[in-house]
């Protein structure tokens, strides 16, 4: 699902990831960023403030994720099926941060039901 990472890659301020997905898959994608320093997860999107959040192209999808600058953080990268409330609600989550012009992020207890974990990498901030 994931083509671009694997556990113990370190990773810039920020980078696209890319995957495939099945055209049978039931669900969004989502990639879901957990700095561990945070203890929350932050959904990722091309541009959350224009509303676009995974970008695709027949079963390949892409799009960009933020990581910081902490060099030596670790964080977790999970891909994540949403079903049609879970994308409503990162949607939506993604539209009120923008325009409050501040990404809270997500205590893993505040993530909405209807997220299936298809991948999950470890990495580390360059």
Not at 54 to 63: A, K, L, M
Not at 67 to 81: D, I, M, N
Request: charged share 20%; with cysteine.
């Amino acid at each position: 699902m994931v083509n671009s990472l694997k556990d113990g890659d370190s990773v810039p301020e920020s980078l696209v990831i890319a995957g495939t997905v099945s055209a049978e898959a039931a669900g969004t994608v989502w990639v879901l960023v957990y700095p561990y320093d945070a203890g929350r997860w932050y959904p990722q999107s091309t541009d959350a403030c224009a509303g676009v959040h995974t970008e695709y192209e027949g079963e390949s999808w892409r799009v960009k994720a933020w990581f910081g600058s902490g060099a030596g953080s670790e964080y977790s990268l999970a891909v994540v099926l949403a079903d049609a409330a879970a994308d409503a609600r990162l949607s939506t989550l993604q539209e009120e941060w923008c325009a409050a012009g501040r990404y809270p992020g997500l205590r893993p207890v505040e993530l909405p039901l209807g997220l299936e974990e298809k991948a999950i990498v470890m990495l580390r901030g360059r």
